[in-house]
């Protein structure tokens, strides 16, 4: 049944208090019978009853339990064998306090695969009778007395039907009474099973073992079968032999009779009323009453020793009530529904500092679906949010500036036109439709792009463009400015509102929006004729509004000053002699026809001449005046050149050309075929995005990261109470067989609870501030998303962070033997 071989246990292994307090013991025992391990205490008895029982581990050897190895084993699979095969006995009994005398034995029958309910409530009910508890089965353990708390300890230990019973000092807190009862009760078990019984009353071992291991400072000095057919010297507490008593008075008179005794002479003054049914006593001090419900026996005879009649005659029927054929096997006793219901009631259990506590669990929620939804807002990056340019633009680089590389691409397969420098610019688009909007307009920020690389089916409002003064601009611009509701002032609220408004450009006649297109791109498609006067006058986009914004001015030509002198186009000094605004007329010299022609006002007749350049340049060569005009507007002192000279000044400025290609890949890779470097504008504008949000990310993570963190320190601290008040019943669970993953679950419903009861509504405060934060602007949508499974993924991150947090000081127990936890109850 049970094997010891050379088994060696320390205390403090190494240090200078090192004990072996198990030294190189072997033993085999019996299959049944009491086997009793006796000595003086601190010999090494409840250390050996512990390691057997696997409660405890040893330094070295072996020990076997019907069979099989329990030493250098996992303690889960040393768990699964001695909750099979093993029930437990306690000096201080380990009884769940908070669970009545049925819950305590029922969670052994549940323990080894027992789910039925009838068959618990027949087999637990006939094991409390046979200890003679059955009247208390509805009572919490905490209620009863010590005897009665030992009864329902070996009840549990029984129940479960072991081949080997472990009893450390069972009688240890019982007064005589109750100790003859409980061996009897064991003494009975032990007919068909083995009982390990550690005790320091050598009158019990002699009385009661089949079997004696005699124990000094670790070892084994003697064993030896023992008889027990003797009898026992042993007087009981609770029973009182009348005839061995010195004193005795006898007082009669009537139908009266007194019997008094007394073991000595002493002075006594009672009262006794009889009335109507009742006794009355008045002893002038203390005095026990002994009826039915009493625990003392008074005996009308001699005390005589007792003899193995006081238990023979007892019976226990192992198998009763149990399943045909039931073999024990563990069983979790948690389920999600009983997790969630105990974490509940221990929550709703906590103090109310506890309580107030749980309201930084709330706020560090908000702040985890902040954070979460911030990372993840940025980094579904999605083309609305990032989009500067026309996602059909590559961008190759010319260093060199030159005009020929330019027409050498436009001529490859697959390009669709080509465009120097950039395609951003930001265009004016008027609100004057009030008196008090006289002087506003909103800046949109556009990429511009020819009409023919457009298709009718493409427009979603209005009509296609067929004008030079007239343009189509994409949805994604006007929803843009919609989100801002800079139009609502005007009562512009939707796209088709757009059609036939005005967009202006400095020095340029109004263009008028006919068209709205859907290609999700923040373009504005022009006539071709227009490219290079949009592109040298327009407002440049700074590249601080990579993200796209709609910012409000007060008159479009305000924008004037804030252009550099030294772009002459834009600052209106130089400007094509085409599109003059005011009439002009020469007066002296002709028209400019040539690049680098110039004619200028006759302010400056008498300072140049013609034929002659002057200190201006454009495309880095002076201008030569041609001729001098006179102009409608008194003081014009505009400089006018041909188209020619204003595309060569510009080309000249630009270190890198616009490609339009509607198979962006394709073209690419002709590019590099051809040895010719470029460039996704779409993914510049994506890294900038990012690398812009970036910053703010970090801010963002670094405050969520701060709350998280004091939240889980919260949560440590609060499961480390909770768990060391709990120390004892964590104990009792392990010792009785209870696995780690069980401990683990239990506390973990409790984590679950509080995380339910306050990331839920953390996260629905955040993210209904969020949900309605994000439809102010496009900005802030691309800052965070806003959706159910964001709020569903932070709840599982902040439920994964607060398990483990909270799991700490039960792994760090949990790495204890049970007999180690069992010891302290301060970890």
Not at 256 to 264: I, L, M, P, R
Not at 532 to 550: D, G
Not at 710 to 718: A, P, Q, R
Request: aromatic share 10%.
């Amino acid at each position: 049944m049970i094997k010891v071989e050379k088994v060696n246990k320390y205390f403090n292994k190494g240090k200078s208090n090192q004990i072996h307090v198990i030294n190189n013991t072997s033993m085999r025992l019996p299959e049944k019978g009491i086997v009793c391990l006796l000595g003086p205490s601190g010999c090494g008895k409840t250390t050996l009853l512990n390691t057997i029982g696997g409660l405890d581990k040893v330094n070295s050897g072996k020990i076997f339990v019907d069979g099989e190895r329990i030493t250098r084993r996992s303690a889960n699979k040393i768990d699964t064998i001695r909750n099979a095969k093993i029930g437990y006995v306690f000096q201080n009994f380990n009884l769940l306090d908070d669970k009545t005398v049925f819950e305590n034995v029922a969670i052994a029958l549940r323990m080894v695969g027992i789910k039925d309910r009838s068959i618990i409530e027949k087999r637990v009910n006939y094991c409390l009778e046979k200890v003679g508890i059955y009247q208390y089965r509805k009572k919490n353990a905490n209620a009863l007395s010590g005897g009665q708390r030992q009864r329902v300890a070996i009840a549990r230990a029984i129940v479960k039907n072991p081949r080997i019973i472990i009893a450390d000092e069972p009688t240890g807190n019982l007064d005589s009474g109750n100790t003859i009862e409980v061996m009897n009760i064991i003494k009975a078990i032990s007919k068909e099973r083995l009982v390990i019984l550690v005790t320091h009353e050598r009158q019990i071992a002699e009385f009661y073992s089949d079997y004696v291991a005699e124990m000094k400072d670790g070892k084994i000095v003697s064993a030896y079968s023992n008889d027990s057919s003797k009898y026992l010297d042993f007087q009981l507490d609770n029973k009182i032999y009348l005839k061995d008593m010195p004193v005795k008075k006898s007082f009669r008179e009537d139908d009266v009779s007194v019997d008094v005794y007394s073991d000595e002479e002493r002075q006594a003054d009672i009262k006794l009323v009889v009335r109507g049914g009742n006794l009355y006593v008045d002893t002038s001090g203390k005095f026990n009453v002994v009826d039915e419900t009493s625990n003392i026996e008074m005996i009308d005879d001699h005390y005589t020793a007792m003899d193995e009649s006081i238990f023979t005659e007892s019976d226990f029927e192992y198998d009763k009530h149990l399943p045909e054929g039931f073999k024990a096997k563990y069983t979790s006793i948690y389920k999600l529904s009983n997790l969630i219901m105990n974490g509940w009631k221990t929550v709703t259990e906590f103090k109310k500092l506890r309580k107030f506590m749980l309201i930084g669990f709330v706020f560090a929620a908000m702040f985890a679906l902040l954070a979460v939804s911030n990372v993840l807002g940025i980094y579904d990056v999605q083309p609305k949010d990032y989009l500067t340019t026309n996602a059909n633009y590559l961008k190759v680089d010319n260093p060199d500036k030159n005009d020929k590389l330019m027409k050498k691409v436009e001529k490859l397969d697959g390009v669709s036109y080509v465009i120097p420098g950039d395609t951003k610019c930001s265009v004016a688009f008027p609100m004057d439709d009030y008196l008090q909007t006289s002087y506003a307009s909103a800046n949109l920020n556009v990429s511009i792009a020819l009409s023919t690389v457009l298709s009718e089916e493409q427009i979603v409002y209005g009509k296609m463009p067929e004008g030079r003064k007239e343009v189509v601009i994409d949805k994604l611009i006007i929803d843009r400015f919609i989100k801002q509701k800079k139009g609502e002032m005007i009562g512009i609220v939707s796209p088709e509102q757009f059609i036939g408004r005005k967009i202006k450009v400095s020095n340029l006649h109004d263009f008028v929006i006919v068209g709205i297109s859907d290609l999700q791109s923040p373009t504005m498609f022009i006539d071709k004729s227009q490219t290079m006067y949009i592109l040298t006058n327009a407002r440049e986009a700074s590249e601080e509004e990579m993200q796209p914004t709609v910012v409000m001015g007060y008159g479009y030509m305000e924008d004037m000053e804030n252009i550099d002198d030294s772009d002459l186009v834009r600052s209106g000094k130089i400007q094509d002699r085409k599109i003059a605004k005011n009439k002009i007329k020469i007066k002296k010299g002709s028209e400019p026809k040539e690049p680098y022609d110039v004619i200028v006002s006759n302010m400056h007749e008498y300072e140049y001449k013609i034929g002659k350049t002057i200190p201006v340049k454009m495309a880095g060569k002076k201008l030569k005046v041609v001729g001098f005009y006179t102009s409608d507007l008194s003081g014009e002192d505009t400089m006018y050149v041909t188209a020619e000279t204003i595309k060569r000044d510009y080309i000249k400025k630009q270190k890198n050309f616009s490609v339009y290609a509607p198979d962006v890949k394709q073209v690419r890779a002709l590019l590099k075929s051809e040895g010719i470097s470029s460039s996704v504008y779409s993914s510049h504008d994506k890294d900038a995005y990012i690398k812009q949000m970036g910053g703010k990310l970090r801010s963002s993570l670094i405050v969520a990261i701060i709350i998280l963190f004091i939240s889980l320190i919260e949560m440590f601290l609060m499961l480390r109470s909770s768990f060391l008040s709990r120390i004892k019943e964590v104990g009792t669970l392990r010792a009785i067989g209870l696995k780690k993953r069980d401990i683990y679950r239990m506390f973990a419903g409790e984590i679950l609870v509080i995380t339910f009861i306050t990331a839920i509504p953390g996260i629905a405060l955040m993210y209904y501030f969020l949900f309605n934060i994000i439809k102010i602007t496009d900005y802030l949508a691309g800052l965070y998303m806003v959706t159910p499974l964001v709020a569903l993924i932070t709840f599982g991150i902040v439920l994964v962070f607060n398990m483990i947090v909270g799991l700490i000081p039960v792994f760090t127990v949990m790495r204890k033997t049970p007999a180690a936890i069992l010891a302290r109850t301060d970890i």
